[in-house]
């Protein structure tokens, strides 16, 4: 059940990204998405407690290529939809061997790999696909801007999930 609410977790940040302008607060542009991908992470650590790291990966695997089919379905181009691919899989591979190697609280695995994850999905994502170098729909002034923004709302979403684990107590596996 884990597996299935995180890859439509995926698809619902995709849909969402698509379909509505993103969010300007201030200096910060920031895609819909965000908000979900932030969720993602902790699903992600949750389906790898329910059924193993190997298992986890064919799983990130299934939602590479569900990602990436609903991207291009939606309309984005080849650079967004590879920049897309690249940036999920860095992040959803560092964020499963984080989440592996930390001897801590579960809480904490989830909060470390997450904003490591959450990190790494922005820079890569905006860097390849958002900038000049990519689709070139950010200027280079716009570009930090744009991963910080991506950062705060996903490391937002990390601590809300840990207060959740914590609340509903969560076990450290």
């Known amino acids: ?30 895609p819909w998405g965000s ?3 932030g969720v993602t992470f902790i699903l992600r650590d949750l389906t790898q407690n329910q059924i193993g790291r190997k298992k986890t990966y064919l799983v990130i695997l299934l939602a590479l290529v569900l990602s990436g089919i609903s991207s291009y379905l939606l309309g984005d181009g080849l650079t967004i939809v590879t920049a897309s691919l690249i940036a999920f899989l860095i992040s959803e591979t560092t ?39 990519g ?3 950010l200027t ?8 910080v923004g991506q950062v705060i709302i996903k490391s ?7 207060l959740a684990i914590k609340t509903i107590g969560g076990k450290n596996k």
């Open 1 to 30: 059940m884990r597996a299935l609410l995180y890859l439509a977790t995926i698809v619902a940040a995709n849909i969402i990204t698509a379909k509505f302008v993103p969010l300007t607060l201030g200096i910060f542009i920031i």
């Open 35 to 37: 908000f979900l991908i």
């Open 95 to 133: 964020d499963t061997e984080i989440y592996t190697r930390l001897k801590l609280k579960m809480e904490y695995r989830v909060l470390y790999s997450g904003l490591v994850g959450g990190l790494l999905d922005s820079t890569v994502f905006v860097v390849i696909g958002l900038s000049p170098i």
């Open 135 to 137: 689709a070139g729909f």
């Open 140 to 147: 280079w002034n716009q570009v930090f801007t744009a991963i």
């Open 156 to 162: 937002i979403m990390q601590f809300i999930g840990v």
